[in-house]
């Protein structure tokens, strides 16, 4: 795969290089016009975080859950979207179905306001996260990570960080990016149809 800055190509290196996981990514539509017609048309296995039928409107600018697979088009388009903040990406063990991980982040697209009114977490915005995620106490830090081995996001200052849960907490360090470009041709996969 081609990237157009090492950034990419690190959060690359870093969503597929541990065996027996597999990648991730909750992105927000509203942050990446075009993302819905992409899955439409591309091998991936994906699902919508919000319930029921959305009107188009709605449906285009809502949160998926999208299952990376390494050199198909979808992961390419994502890792090299640029000016946008489209995500988070994830790493998650094999053994965890793609409903159980659709279910795990849908845990977390409401939360209580200051006044226990429901509002809308905007997690997968990565400037939200990278702020939220080192501010969490060690037990609420082990309900957001779940499944999760690691998460990868962009911080405001747009430095990749890679996130992981300890029993003191939520670590993290900061990414440095590839030194040479690769490239590689992959066969696509085929699109599994997902019920969520």
């Not at 990648?23 to 439409?40: E, Q, S, W």
């Not at 946008?84 to 790493?91: A, M, Q």
């Not at 279910?103 to 996260?129: E, I, K």
């Not at 037990?139 to 849960?165: C, I, K, M, N, S």
Request: overall charge negative; glycine content about 6%.
């Amino acid at each position: 795969m081609i990237f157009d800055d090492p950034r990419q190509e690190n959060i690359d290196k870093h969503l597929f290089a541990t065996p027996g996981h597999h990648a991730y990514a909750v992105v927000d539509g509203a942050a990446l016009p075009g993302l819905l017609p992409r899955l439409y048309n591309y091998p991936a296995d994906y699902c919508c975080l919000f319930r029921g039928e959305l009107l188009p409107e709605l449906a285009a600018m809502a949160p998926y859950l999208i299952k990376l697979e390494q050199y198909t088009p979808i992961t390419e388009w994502l890792l090299n979207s640029k000016d946008s903040h489209p995500g988070i990406f994830s790493v998650i063990p094999d053994a965890l179905d793609f409903n159980a991980v659709h279910t795990h982040f849908r845990r977390f697209l409401r939360v209580s306001g200051p006044d226990n009114q429901a509002l809308y977490f905007r997690y997968y915005d990565p400037r939200v996260m990278s702020e939220y995620l080192p501010s969490c106490p060690p037990q609420q830090a082990r309900t957001v990570f779940g499944p999760v081995q690691y998460y990868l996001l962009e911080d405001p200052e747009q430095h990749t960080r890679l996130y992981w849960v300890g029993s003191d907490g939520v670590g993290h360090r900061s990414l440095m990016p590839v030194a040479e470009s690769t490239s590689s041709l992959a066969p696509e996969s085929k699109r599994e149809k997902v019920t969520c």
